[in-house]
Structures are given as C-alpha cells and as structure tokens.
T-cell receptor, first 116, second 116 residues
C-alpha cells in the first residue's frame, strides 16, 4: 500500500530534550516536506527536500533541522524543543514538478507533539 | 509569492443541504489549486485538484470545485451533504511553472459541521 508513515504519532517531552520525528514514504517520491498545523493558522511549511541531499527552508524553519540521506526518509529534528513548538506535524511527499508528473502531495497521519 | 484566503472559518449546515466553501487566492504566476480534507484525528486527503483544462473539477465523495481565473477563486461545492462530511477543509495553491516549486501554500481551513 502506497503511504507516508510517521513516528511517533504522539509525543510529550520537556524543554531542551532533543527529539526526532521520522517520516518514510514508499512511493519513490523525489519531493518531501514537513508542515506544522496550528489552530487558526492552517498548515505552514517548515522544511522541504527536492531530492536526496537537497534540502531547503520553508516558511517557519527556526528551531528545526532535517536531513535527506535516503530517498524514502526525511526525519525532522528538534535539537532543543521549546513550548512554542507544541503543534501537530505532518510529513508529505510527491513526485517532483521537474519530472512532469502529477502534482499531488500525500500526507502522513500526523505527529502530535507537546513540549512542556 | 502566493496566498490563500478561506473566507469562512466555520460552516454549519444541516444534513442533505447544499454547501459551498469559499477560497480565494493571490499569485503573480499561474497556479495549481487543491482542496484537501482532514477528518478528525487524521491526516490530509486530496479531494480534488485543478491543473489545467476544464474549470469545473470533480473530486471524491461528490465534491466539485470551479476555477474562476478572473475572480481568483476556487470554491468547493457539494449539492447534498452527509454527517460523514464533517471535517476541516483546506484550500491550497502551488506554482504552475515548468520545474516550479512543489510547495503548497494553504489557507487557514474551514470547519464544516453537518448537523442531523
């Protein structure tokens, strides 16, 4: 089954304790992205990756890091989480526009993070 | 840069009534347009998209949307809603340029509540 998976689904942590949220897709997509969803603000892009070893900042990158060592995985790293990073996080993937294929992003189920 | 405005944050309707969820966008380049749905405690699922061609787009679950370039709108409609349509709906745009960014810019969402 074609899907985007995220782990963990729920996480409660404390300020300053480094954490990683994993994202994996099995559709051979070039493009992957992380969003955060906050009430009344919709989804905002944190980081994205056009392909392996190619990453760039989105609209709200402060406090986050990413890496893309393999095509299928795109982990989100919070080196020193703070309470303002409490949010619902979504990973998404799609084929790249340069491939000329359909522009549909597929979303993971979300990770609800609480930073105390 | 693109932006998306969803004019209603909440829309309550009765079962079997018609519904329209409004979306307006702003962009200096041509765009692709999307509607995503988020059911409670789930990720985002694509309802429909406009890439080119016919301005009336049909999606899943009986939804349709009409692209109006002159009014920069992409309103979502359903002639008769069900209780199961209760969800949050997001309008999104991306650049429609060759090799353009896959980045999705989202509106803030409209919560549709269908009452019996």
């Amino acid at each position: 089954e074609a899907q985007v998976t995220q782990n963990p689904r729920y996480l409660i942590t404390v300020t300053g304790k480094k954490l990683t949220v994993t994202c994996s897709q099995n559709m051979n997509h070039e493009y992957m992205s992380w969003y955060r969803q906050d009430p009344g603000l919709g989804l905002r892009q944190i980081y994205y990756s056009m392909n392996v070893e190619v990453t760039d900042k989105g609209d709200v990158p402060e406090g986050y890091k990413v890496s893309r060592k393999e095509k299928r995985n795109f982990p989100l790293i919070l080196e020193s989480p703070s309470p303002n990073q409490t949010s619902l996080y979504f990973c998404a993937s799609s084929f790249s526009g340069t491939s000329g294929r359909a522009h549909t992003q597929y979303f993971g189920p979300g990770t609800r993070l609480t930073v105390l | 840069a693109q932006s998306v405005t969803q004019l209603d944050s909440q829309v309550p309707v009765f079962e079997e009534a018609p519904v329209e969820l409004r979306c307006n966008y702003s962009s200096s380049v041509s765009v692709y347009l999307f509607w995503y749905v988020q059911y409670p405690n789930q990720g985002l699922q694509l309802l429909l998209k406009y890439l080119s061609g016919s301005t009336l787009v049909k999606g899943i679950n009986g939804f349709e949307a009409e692209f109006n370039k002159s009014q920069t709108s992409f309103h979502l409609r359903k002639p008769s809603v069900h209780i199961s349509d209760t969800a949050e709906y997001f309008c999104a745009v991306s650049e429609a340029t060759q090799g353009g960014s896959e980045k999705l810019v989202f509106g803030k969402g409209t919560k549709l509540t269908v009452n019996p």
